[in-house]
């Protein structure tokens, strides 16, 4: 049944056969049985285009050696070219992305061991890889499977159990949740399968132990199993290739090995530690960490891998092992077709990687409390994926700037075409032709390996250029085009959502139908109209300064010595209320989440995007004021 729903997923459109695919794998993944493992196999395998490229098994006797003459090259797949290029870290350098399936991709990514709180450096991996995934799936209308291992079960998990006096699974189920809710506090959308290393210990196994039924593994006395790196031959090293020499110096005494640059597979059980029973020396032991990715990824997707991701940090041991264990296990040439690694994370004062075990992290919490996820996921966009990134001060600061511009765009647009924005004729013709040269540039940059540095620069010249149209002039009967506004207008909001840039209060306010929202819209548009309205009055001077029915009630008359100076000097003060009103209102809107921004003789509103108090309080022009009004609204005074 769940098969049979995969492969009907090919006769529908766009996220349609996603929410089918993924809804038919979560399925099989929730049952937890092992037939159900091997329907989800059988489905991955026939969604896949009958294109597909077939690799032939490698054992004793394949004459795969003869037809590659270098056994680490990478192959490339045959089926479908998505119009993408990215640097795939098998063959160092930037290749066509090729599925076999047209609009069918399996992704694999190396979660976090979570023994303790997310920090940025796992944030800007994950938030790097999030904006590609909503590139492929939103842009390039590629039905992505991602699966995304969590491992439970570790060496610093143990510690960590230890000094908390904790279960190891308690301490792995804290950290995990809080994870996944730091990453949705981030918009970083959820894999379609979250895998833990726990749930998967028969499947392991087995793995192992068909690794050692090849020849590939050999287990030791006291029940540890190693991958014997030798016997794999020249393949080792698809990613990282080092000589014996090379690693002369890293060399361990270890009289279990049979070489310095095996790996465990398996490893036998030690005091304290917690144990699942295995075929091997006394029985009890636990998993290495390689073998766990390897595992889960094949469990999901069997013997070939479109994708596979991770910080920069894993391409060697881990990934490098992932490779091996899995070409040995499955017979195959290549096993994942692609590898992506993202960059590290520094801290200005730090050399080195922004890490729990250097202690040098600042966690996603304390982040937050300071930043928003949208000023981050532009922090993030600032440069390629593949690169070191800075944090400091410097490129937060440029990135807030850099949301300011986006914000302030959106909503003088909102403003020029509800009329509430007054300026001089617009240029069509030019910002036409700029609309349609942001969008090739936007096409090309992130065609060319995700390059969201220049598809950002390329919707911020765009932007520019509009701001520009539309500086605020008080002009009689000015021409205006909305039509041409509303259009740049609509793209880059529709760009800023496609990449994870999301402003709630454009989307949706917080009403419970699309009438009610309507209605709202409309409430506030007249509030502000209203507001406008007097403001502009009490602004006035002079002879013109006449109310718009009967005349100005006053409660002293000026004298001849006053003239016209004292005549004005009165009015002021007559309308100084009004002002304190308008006043009252803008600041009582911000604390209801509204902003009332002023525009020469009118005035547009926008709904807060920071609701937090610093948020509100920010907005406020006068500081003290808002100050007042944080004591009326939290303290009752």
């Given at each position: 049944m769940y098969m049979r729903c995969c492969i009907r997923a090919r006769g529908v459109g766009g996220g349609g056969r996603r929410q089918i695919l993924q809804q038919g794998l979560l399925k099989v993944i929730s049952d937890g049985h092992e037939c159900g493992h091997d329907l989800l196999k059988v489905a991955a395998g026939n969604v896949r285009h009958c294109g597909h490229h077939a690799v032939s098994e490698l054992n004793e006797n394949s004459t795969s050696q003869e037809t590659v003459q270098d056994p680490r090259a990478w192959i490339q797949p045959t089926g479908h070219d998505t119009g993408i290029v990215v640097y795939n870290s098998l063959c160092r350098r930037k290749v066509p992305l090729i599925l076999p399936n047209k609009s069918f991709a399996s992704w694999y990514q190396c979660g976090p061991t979570v023994y303790?709180?997310?920090?940025?450096?796992?944030?800007?991996?994950?938030?790097?890889?999030?904006?590609?995934?909503?590139?492929?799936?939103?842009?390039?209308?590629?039905?992505?499977?991602?699966?995304?291992?969590?491992?439970?079960?570790?060496?610093?998990?143990?510690?960590k159990a230890r000094e908390l006096n904790m279960e190891f699974t308690h301490v792995a189920q804290t950290f995990g949740n809080e994870f996944k809710?730091?990453?949705?506090?981030?918009?970083?959308?959820?894999?379609?399968?979250?895998?833990?290393?726990?749930?998967?210990?028969?499947?392991?196994?087995?793995?192992?132990?068909?690794i050692v039924d090849r020849g590939y593994a050999y287990p030791t006395e006291n029940g540890s199993v190693y991958f014997d790196v030798k016997k794999y031959g020249d393949r080792y090293g698809k990613l990282v290739y080092q000589s014996d020499a090379d690693l002369a110096q890293f060399r361990e005494v270890d009289k279990e090995k049979r070489g310095f640059r095996d790996f465990a597979l398996w490893k036998a059980v030690k005091p304290g530690e917690p144990w699942w029973t295995s075929p091997w020396g006394k029985g009890r032991g636990r998993p290495g960490w390689h073998i766990e990715c390897s595992t889960m990824a094949s469990a999901i997707f069997g013997d070939q891998l479109d994708i596979h991701t991770g910080g920069i940090d894993l391409m060697f041991p881990h990934h490098e092992n992932e490779i091996a264990q899995c070409e040995a296990h499955h017979c195959v040439p290549q096993w994942a077709n692609y590898f992506l690694h993202a960059g590290h994370l520094h801290k200005t004062s730090d050399k080195d990687k922004m890490s729990k075990s250097l202690k040098n992290t600042i966690t996603i919490r304390e982040f937050l409390e300071k930043y928003t996820?949208?000023?981050?996921?532009?922090?993030?966009?600032?440069?390629?994926?593949?690169?070191?990134?800075?944090?400091?001060?410097?490129?937060?600061?440029?990135?807030?700037?850099?949301?300011?511009?986006?914000?302030?765009?959106l909503n003088n647009a909102d403003a020029y075409i509800r009329g509430q924005l007054e300026c001089q004729a617009i240029d069509e013709a030019l910002l036409m032709e700029k609309l349609s040269e942001t969008k090739d540039k936007f096409r090309r940059a992130i065609s060319?390996?995700?390059?969201?540095?220049?598809?950002?620069?390329?919707?911020?010249?765009?932007?520019?250029?509009?701001?520009?149209?539309?500086?605020?002039?008080?002009?009689?009967?000015?021409?205006?085009?909305p039509g041409v506004i509303a259009a740049i207008q609509a793209y880059v909001d529709r760009v800023l959502q496609l990449l994870g840039v999301e402003y709630p209060g454009r989307k949706k306010m917080s009403v419970s139908t699309v009438d009610s929202k309507a209605q709202m819209n409309d409430v506030l548009d007249s509030l502000v109209k209203f507001r406008s309205t007097v403001r502009h009055y009490a602004l006035?001077?002079?002879?013109?300064?006449?109310?718009?029915?009967?005349?100005?009630?006053?409660?002293?008359?000026?004298?001849?010595?006053?003239?016209?100076?004292?005549?004005?000097?009165?009015?002021?003060?007559?309308?100084?209320?009004l002002m304190k009103a308008?006043?009252?209102?803008?600041?009582?809107?911000?604390?209801?989440?509204?902003?009332?921004?002023?525009?020469?003789?009118?005035?547009?509103?926008?709904?807060?995007?920071?609701?937090?108090i610093e948020g509100k309080q920010h907005s406020l022009s006068d500081p003290n004021y808002s100050q007042e009004q944080l004591k009326k609204y939290f303290l009752g005074s």
């Open positions: 303790d709180h997310a920090h940025l450096g796992h944030a800007c991996c994950y938030v790097k890889f999030d904006i590609i995934r909503r590139i492929m799936e939103d842009f390039f209308n590629i039905d992505l499977v991602m699966v995304m291992g969590i491992t439970d079960i570790d060496d610093k998990i143990i510690s809710r730091d990453m949705g506090r981030l918009r970083v959308q959820p894999p379609t399968v979250y895998t833990r290393v726990t749930n998967y210990m028969p499947q392991i196994i087995s793995f192992v132990q068909k996820a949208n000023q981050f996921r532009i922090f993030c966009m600032m440069t390629r994926y593949r690169s070191v990134v800075e944090y400091c001060d410097t490129m937060m600061n440029e990135a807030v700037s850099v949301q300011h511009t986006l914000t302030s765009f060319d390996d995700f390059d969201t540095r220049a598809a950002l620069e390329a919707i911020l010249q765009l932007v520019r250029v509009t701001n520009k149209q539309l500086r605020s002039v008080e002009v009689d009967n000015p021409v205006r085009s006035l001077k002079g002879p013109d300064a006449q109310p718009k029915y009967g005349q100005p009630q006053t409660t002293a008359s000026t004298t001849a010595g006053e003239g016209e100076v004292g005549h004005v000097k009165l009015q002021r003060k007559e309308r100084e209320p308008c006043d009252e209102i803008r600041t009582e809107l911000v604390w209801a989440g509204i902003q009332i921004q002023d525009r020469g003789r009118k005035s547009s509103w926008q709904v807060l995007e920071d609701q937090s």
